[in-house]
């Protein structure tokens, strides 16, 4: 598929590809829509457009999250790979959730290690909604947290609305970037921000504002949950990123503060993306190449920034990463 920012796919346990979407369509193994999957309410140009999230003791059942600032709002639909002689139906389209959201949107396992959390946050506002999903389905009705900044703009302005949420590999810390435009009046509310996040309860809480800095796009853990990276984006005019790292572990808010190490790319960039490797892969917008950290837990430097580290040519690299429930990546104890 051909998408500018965010996408999800699922695969079985042994690695094999069941489904993928773009947040509008829903396409199996064989690279075709799924019955019933066309018409998703997504956005091809949101930043974590769509997540899948597989329903705690069913081994078919998935459910597709999708988000869209421009109408509405979040929603879910439902693949069940019973159907189709394995290649899977969708059973259930674009039931809504809530509609003035933002286009952030993750998932996290639950501190129970079987259900799992779908974390949202409102436009317009400084609320969070985490959405509960058990082996008796979603509950609709959220676990509300007002936390840190509140969105401001009018209709059709979607600036504060772009930007990555990430939890921590442990569940407990939760980071924000929040985009904004080249105006001058705006750059308060770009920036990055890290936040409690208890995975019993789902609520989110005690805002640290980290840096205000306009166009902060992508944000990500590094596996033993000591560092955050940042990075911020202007994808032209000419392109150029900076990347940022904090150690969140360096003692109170003023220690990780003056923690924070940063340098500059002459690259568009959008995403980063922990994988199972540990290492952090950074996208980089209209180019045939993607960057790693190889050593992400490492402070400054040590991190080992590879620019350019991997060819895709002839295809290119857009903003976005798949996006995936947190746990994927969790470090084995």
Same mark, same amino acid.
């Given at each position: 598929?051909?998408?500018?920012?965010?996408?999800?796919?699922?695969? /079985?346990?042994?690695?094999?590809?069941?489904?993928?979407?773009?947040?509008?369509?829903?396409?199996?193994?064989?690279?075709?829509?799924?019955?019933?999957?066309?018409?998703?309410?997504?956005? +091809?140009?949101?930043?974590?457009?769509?997540?899948?999230?597989?329903?705690?003791?069913?081994?078919?059942?998935?459910?597709?999250?999708?988000?869209?600032?421009?109408?509405?709002?979040?929603?879910? +639909?439902?693949?069940?790979?019973?159907?189709? =002689?394995?290649?899977?139906?969708?059973?259930?389209?674009?039931?809504?959730?809530?509609?003035?959201?933002?286009?952030?949107?993750? =998932?996290?396992?639950?501190?129970?290690?079987?259900?799992?959390?779908?974390?949202?946050? /409102?436009?317009?506002?400084?609320?969070?909604?985490?959405?509960?999903?058990?082996?008796?389905? @979603?509950?609709?009705?959220?676990? *509300? &947290?007002?936390?840190?900044?509140?969105?401001?703009?009018?209709?059709?302005?979607?600036?504060?609305?772009?930007?990555?949420?990430?939890? &921590?590999?442990?569940?407990?810390?939760?980071?924000?970037?929040?985009?904004?435009?080249?105006?001058?009046?705006?750059? %308060?509310?770009?920036?990055?921000?890290?936040?409690?996040?208890?995975? !019993?309860?789902?609520?989110?809480?005690?805002?640290?504002?980290?840096?205000?800095?306009?166009?902060?796009?992508?944000?990500?853990? !590094?596996?033993?949950?000591?560092?955050?990276?940042?990075?911020?984006?202007?994808?032209?005019? $000419? $392109?150029?990123? !900076?990347?940022?790292?904090?150690?969140?572990?360096?003692?109170?808010?003023?220690?990780?503060? %003056?923690?924070?190490?940063?340098?500059?790319?002459?690259?568009?960039?959008?995403?980063?993306?922990?994988?199972? /490797?540990?290492?952090?892969?950074? =996208?980089?917008?209209?180019?045939?190449?993607? &960057?790693?950290?190889?050593?992400?837990?490492? !402070?400054? %430097?040590? *991190?080992?920034?590879?620019?350019?580290?991997?060819? @895709?040519?002839?295809? *290119?690299?857009? @903003?976005?990463?798949?996006?995936?429930?947190?746990?994927?990546?969790?470090?084995? $104890?």
């Amino acid at each position: 598929m051909n998408i500018a920012e965010g996408c999800a796919t699922a695969s /079985d346990a042994n690695g094999n590809l069941l489904f993928y979407t773009d947040g509008l369509v829903i396409n199996n193994s064989n690279h075709v829509p799924m019955a019933n999957g066309v018409g998703l309410f997504g956005n +091809s140009s949101s930043t974590q457009g769509a997540v899948i999230v597989k329903q705690p003791g069913n081994a078919n059942i998935f459910y597709v999250f999708t988000v869209n600032t421009n109408s509405n709002g979040i929603c879910y +639909s439902i693949v069940d790979m019973s159907l189709a =002689a394995g290649l899977g139906s969708v059973t259930v389209l674009n039931s809504p959730l809530y509609n003035l959201t933002s286009e952030k949107q993750v =998932a996290v396992r639950h501190c129970n290690g079987r259900d799992a959390w779908i974390v949202s946050h /409102d436009f317009f506002s400084n609320n969070f909604r985490a959405y509960l999903l058990t082996d008796q389905g @979603l509950n609709p009705t959220p676990v *509300m &947290s007002g936390a840190g900044e509140t969105y401001t703009g009018t209709a059709g302005y979607r600036a504060p609305a772009i930007g990555h949420l990430k939890i &921590s590999p442990d569940g407990k810390k939760l980071a924000m970037a929040t985009y904004s435009n080249s105006l001058p009046s705006t750059f %308060a509310l770009g920036g990055f921000h890290l936040f409690d996040f208890d995975a !019993s309860t789902g609520i989110v809480s005690n805002s640290l504002s980290l840096l205000n800095v306009p166009m902060a796009y992508g944000v990500e853990f !590094s596996a033993d949950g000591s560092k955050l990276y940042g990075v911020t984006s202007e994808p032209v005019n $000419p $392109p150029n990123a !900076s990347v940022f790292q904090w150690n969140i572990c360096a003692g109170n808010a003023a220690a990780v503060l %003056a923690s924070q190490y940063s340098f500059t790319l002459s690259t568009g960039a959008g995403s980063l993306q922990r994988a199972i /490797d540990g290492k952090i892969y950074l =996208a980089q917008t209209t180019q045939q190449n993607i &960057s790693v950290i190889n050593s992400p837990n490492a !402070s400054g %430097a040590a *991190m080992n920034f590879s620019f350019n580290a991997i060819n @895709l040519s002839p295809k *290119m690299s857009g @903003l976005g990463f798949p996006n995936y429930i947190n746990s994927y990546t969790k470090p084995v $104890p």
